[in-house]
């Protein structure tokens, strides 16, 4: 088993910025990709970002309405996942989740969108 465990959500005003983090503990080395999903009132859970990690690399993927404003990153020796939040817009708002799995070569997207672990949420809210 894997535990996940997020903080860093909270109250920001428009294009201000967050950190969350996501704390893996357990089996770790049964997962290679984390990510986030985020999930607003009334709306469906979404793809936000992940991190697959191999040897020699690691593998960053956005979804388009965060692209250039969001950065995942993943600290190896604290199991930690990390999602560096900028310019926050009031659509931002919801409730974020981290999850992992492993990835066996399929998509990134799809493997984690029915993901094997899951943390509990962190509540990010952006005023306008």
């Known amino acids: 088993q894997v535990q996940l465990v997020e903080s860093g959500g909270g109250l920001v005003q428009a294009g201000g910025s967050l950190r969350l983090s996501c704390a893996a503990s357990?089996?770790?080395?049964?997962?290679?990709?984390m990510g986030w999903f985020r999930q607003a009132p009334g709306k469906e859970r979404e793809f936000v970002s992940a991190i697959k990690w191999r040897v020699l690399a690691t593998y960053a993927y956005y979804a388009d309405s965060v692209k250039g404003r969001f950065t995942i990153s993943r600290d190896n020796a604290k199991n930690t996942v990390y999602l560096e939040m900028n310019s926050l817009k009031p659509e931002d708002t919801a409730v974020y989740y981290c999850?992992?799995?492993?990835?066996?070569?399929?998509?990134?997207?799809?493997?984690?969108?029915?993901?094997?672990?899951w943390g509990q949420g962190t509540q990010v809210t952006v005023s306008s």
């Open positions: 999850a992992a799995d492993k990835t066996n070569g399929n998509d990134i997207r799809v493997v984690l969108t029915t993901a094997a672990y």
């Open positions: 357990g089996r770790t080395f049964s997962t290679d990709a």
